[in-house]
C-alpha cells in the first residue's frame, strides 16, 4: 500500500480487543485513532475527516449503525466497514443499508479485516477514477459536434462554456456554413436548459406572412386557412432554447414584434387577445452585416442591441487553416462509416490541395468535399488529389519561399535544408504514383541519387 493517508477511526468498547487490532493495523500503516463509544466516536468524526471507520455494531449507548449514518452522512466518501459480535448477518445487512461498505464477523483474524479494508480502498480508488475519466470525458466532449483545435475555437469554445450557463440572449454571426448553427446547439446542450427544447427556425426559409404565423402561433380563424389553434415556435421553446436563423431577413415590421417578445418576454398569438407569458432564451444568427443593415436603416437598431447582448463570432474556414486536417479525419470516419467503405488516409498532397483551397462555404463546403471524395475513392485506402471536387484540385499551393521567412531567433540551415528536400522529394513521389525514375526526372537528379537521398531520409526519421 502505497497511499501513506489512510486515518482510521476504530470504534469498540472492548479495551483490550480495541488496542490489539490497533496495533496491528498500525503495523500495516494505518494511522489509527481509537474511540471507545459511539458518543466518543461521533465527537471524533466531528472534528476530522477519516478516511476508513471501522466499527463494532453492538455499543452500550449509540450503536454501530447510527455511528456508520452519521460518518457517512457528514462524509459520503468515508469507507464504512462494521464489526458483528454476534454472527447475525442480519445486523450487518442492515448497517449496509445505512452506508456501510462491508463487514467482518467476530471472532476475525486480523488478516481478514485486512483483505476487506485493501478491497474497499481499491474499490474506492477505481471509483474515483473512473469519475475522473468521465469527467475528462465530457470536459473534451463539452462542444460536441464541433471539432477544432486552432487558437481561434480554442477561445470560441471557452466563451461558449462561460456564455452557456447564463441566459442572455446571443447574436452568432459567420460566414455560409461556417457553423452557426452547431454553435448555437452546443450552446443549448451546455446550458441548464438543455432539459427542454432547442426550437430552430430559419426566418429566411419560410414567406414572411407565414413567418409571423410560424413565430406566435394563432388561433382557429385568425386568418384564411388557419384552421385550428396552432402553438407557434416560440411556445414550443418554453423553457428552452428559440434558435432565429438568418434575422437579418426578417422584415421590420416582425422586427418589431420580435423586440416586443424580447422586452416583455410575452406576446398574443394571431387572433387573439390575450397575452401568453413565455420564459425562452433567444439565440439570433446572421451571416449577413447587422451594424451595416442599422446603419443603412434596414435593421431596427434597438432590436439590434437586444440581440446582440453577447457577440459570438464563428470564424470563416480560411483563417483557421489548422482546423482542416481534423475535420477532414472527422468527416472521412463520418462517410466511410455511412458508407461502409475503407479509405482510411489521405495523401498528403491531397491534404495540401484541402489546406490551399479559401473554402468560401466553408465547414459545409469541405463536408460536402470529403462526401465526395469518399465515395469516389470507393475501396481504395486513400484519399487522393483526384478524389476532389475540380475547383479545390487547382487550388494554388502556397509557394515554397512563402515559408522562407528567417525567424527572429534564427534557424538551423542544414535541418531547414533537409526538411525542404524531404518535402520535394515526397511531393515528387505523390505526383508520379511512386515511380522512382520519373520521381528523379522531375527533381532533375539521376535515380540512383534520388534512391539513396529516399534511404538517407527514411534512416534519419
Ligand atoms: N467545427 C465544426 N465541427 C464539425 N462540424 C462542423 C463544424 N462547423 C460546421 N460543421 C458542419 O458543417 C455544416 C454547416 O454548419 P452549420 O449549419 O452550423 O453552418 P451555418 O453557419 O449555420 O451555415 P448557414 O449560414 O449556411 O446556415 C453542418 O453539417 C455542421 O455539422
Ligand atoms: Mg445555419
Same mark, same amino acid.
Request: avoid cysteine; aromatic fraction near 6%; charged fraction near 20%.
Given at each position: 500500500m502505497s497511499d501513506p493517508e489512510k486515518h482510521l477511526l476504530l470504534v469498540e468498547d472492548e479495551a483490550p480487543l480495541r488496542e490489539a487490532v490497533a496495533e496491528q493495523l498500525t503495523d500495516h500503516g494505518y494511522q489509527v485513532e481509537q474511540a471507545g463509544s459511539g458518543e466518543e466516536a461521533i465527537e471524533r468524526l466531528a472534528d476530522f475527516a477519516f478516511d476508513i471507520i471501522v466499527t463494532d %455494531?453492538? %455499543?452500550? @449507548?449509540?450503536d454501530g449503525s447510527a455511528v456508520v449514518e452519521t460518518a457517512v452522512e457528514r462524509y459520503p466518501h468515508i469507507i464504512a466497514i462494521v464489526v458483528t459480535g454476534y454472527g447475525t448477518v442480519k445486523d450487518a445487512v442492515d448497517a449496509i443499508k445505512h452506508g456501510a461498505w462491508d463487514f467482518v464477523s467476530k471472532p476475525f483474524q486480523i488478516d481478514e479485516l485486512l483483505h476487506v479494508l485493501d478491497s474497499a480502498l481499491e474499490q474506492r480508488r477505481l471509483k474515483s477514477e473512473n469519475a475522473y475519466l468521465r469527467a475528462q470525458l465530457e470536459e473534451r466532449y463539452r462542444f460536441e459536434g464541433i471539432v477544432g483545435k486552432s487558437r481561434a475555437m480554442a477561445r470560441l469554445f471557452q466563451l461558449l462554456e462561460t456564455v452557456a450557463s447564463t441566459n442572455s440572449t446571443i447574436l452568432i454571426t459567420g460566414?455560409? @456554413?461556417?457553423?452557426k448553427e452547431v454553435v448555437a446547439r452546443a450552446i443549448h446542450h451546455n446550458s441548464p436548459r438543455r432539459m427542454h427544447r432547442f426550437v430552430a427556425l430559419n426566418c429566411s426559409a419560410i414567406p414572411e406572412t407565414l413567418l409571423e404565423a410560424e413565430l406566435f402561433g394563432h388561433v382557429r380563424g385568425a386568418f384564411t386557412g388557419a384552421v385550428g389553434n396552432r402553438q407557434g415556435r416560440l411556445e414550443q421553446a418554453h423553457k428552452g432554447t428559440l434558435f432565429l436563423d438568418e434575422v437579418g431577413t426578417m422584415s421590420t415590421a416582425l422586427q418589431m414584434k420580435l423586440l416586443r417578445v424580447l422586452q416583455e418576454r410575452e406576446f398574443e398569438r394571431i387572433g387573439d387577445s390575450h397575452s401568453v407569458k413565455v420564459d425562452v432564451r433567444v439565440i439570433a444568427a446572421t451571416n449577413s452585416d447587422l451594424a451595416r443593415m442599422v446603419a443603412e436603416g434596414q435593421f431596427r437598431e434597438d432590436l439590434f442591441y437586444r440581440l446582440n447582448v453577447i457577440p459570438v463570432q464563428v470564424p470563416p474556414l480560411r483563417d483557421r487553416k489548422e482546423d482542416i486536417p481534423l475535420l477532414v479525419a472527422h468527416f472521412v470516419d463520418k462517410f466511410r462509416a455511412d458508407a461502409g467503405t475503407s479509405p482510411v488516409t489521405v495523401s498528403q498532397s491531397a491534404m495540401r490541395r484541402l489546406m490551399s483551397f479559401?473554402?468560401?462555404?466553408n465547414v459545409r463546403q469541405l463536408e460536402n468535399a470529403i462526401e465526395r471524395a469518399v465515395a469516389f475513392a470507393g475501396n481504395r485506402s486513400q484519399l487522393d488529389e483526384s478524389d476532389l471536387p475540380s475547383d479545390v484540385q487547382q487550388a494554388e499551393e502556397p509557394a515554397l519561399s512563402a515559408s522562407l521567412a528567417l525567424p527572429e531567433e534564427g534557424l538551423d540551415l542544414d535541418q531547414f535544408i533537409a526538411r525542404i528536400e524531404r518535402d520535394l522529394i515526397q511531393r515528387s513521389l505523390e505526383r508520379t504514383n511512386g515511380n522512382k525514375g520519373k520521381a528523379a526526372k522531375l527533381l532533375n537528379v539521376k535515380r540512383t541519387t534520388l534512391v539513396e537521398k529516399i534511404k538517407r531520409l527514411e534512416k534519419e526519421s
Open positions: %455494531l453492538r %455499543l452500550p @449507548g449509540i460566414e455560409t @456554413g461556417a457553423g479559401r473554402w468560401p462555404g
